[in-house]
């Protein structure tokens, strides 16, 4: 069993042949699929697939790029859904600044005020976080401790290698594992990847995003983890289905909810 635990199913390149993406990554051993929030608009989507299928799942939260979409309300709407198992994906990124300086620093206020206010929520409601930081290594992490996001843990998202942020793993931190790790020029993960305790490791395709060799170009689809397992159990010296059932346990620990899933296997 795998559980990609972070997918956009909800994206417009999936809205044509969505079920049979998930039909043949289920028959592949995908069977747990987590759709992050990342736009306002395709919540509803996202609450949707996870209703039609018993083992996807979905989260609610806005990205750092719109986080001019933030509404509590709404939010809280669909964080009330018992198929709404964490918030997020929720974060920083600096990639796109604006190069004016003082609009570099509004638009950096604006993503750290929307992303405590999302740490708190997840608090207040007991759900994990999902969390993406790109450029943003040190704001993110000071963010996370300031808002004592350890007390609902959660996982950083397309981990990108960075040996700071490892120490959020004492702190109820996961570390998301994609496609990644199959490009030629992965050396930092590849070499960063054996620090992460291993209970802390959990597959991610991102997709439509980030395809993994030999497929990158293509749209990336859930049945993909397979090939980021491979990778990770080479790159660990553990078997396919070591790997397989490890990233998968502790999938379980973090989502609680995905214990519907378990009990369907056994």
């Known amino acids: 069993m795998i559980i990609d635990t ?24 995908v069977q747990g699929i987590i759709i992050p929030g990342a736009d306002r608009e395709d919540l509803s989507f996202a609450q949707e697939l996870s209703h039609r299928y018993e083992h996807i799942f979905f989260a609610a939260g806005i990205h ?19 198929k ?18 003082h609009e570099k620093e509004f638009e950096k206020e604006q993503q750290h005020h929307i992303f405590a206010k999302q740490i708190a929520l997840a608090r207040e409601l007991k759900k994990p976080l999902i969390v993406h930081i790109r450029d943003a290594n040190e704001d993110s992490k000071r963010l996370l401790q300031e808002g004592n996001a350890g007390e609902v843990g959660g996982v950083l998202h397309c981990y990108n290698a960075s040996k700071h942020l490892l120490e959020l793993a004492q702190h109820g931190f996961y570390f998301g594992i994609g496609g990644v790790l199959t490009f030629k020029n992965a050396k930092n993960l590849v070499e960063v990847l054996p620090l992460i305790p291993r209970e802390k490791l959990l597959i991610e395709t991102d997709a439509p995003y980030l395809t993994p060799m030999p497929h990158r170009g293509e749209r990336n689809e859930p049945a993909y983890t397979l090939l980021v397992a491979q990778k990770m159990a080479e790159l660990l010296t553990m078997s396919v289905t070591e790997l397989h059932n490890l990233t998968s346990k502790n999938a379980f620990t973090l ?3 995905l214990e519907k899933i378990k009990l369907a296997t056994i």
């Open 6 to 29: 972070h997918c956009h199913l909800d994206d417009i390149q999936f809205r044509n042949d969505v079920d049979s993406v998930i039909q043949n990554a289920y028959k592949k051993g």
């Open 84 to 101: 709404c198992i964490a918030v997020g994906e929720c974060g920083l990124d600096y990639f796109r600044l604006p190069e004016d300086a």
């Open 255 to 257: 989502f609680k909810a």
């Open 64 to 82: 750092p790029y719109h986080h001019e979409q933030y509404d509590e309300k709404i939010l809280r709407s669909f964080l009330k859904d018992e």
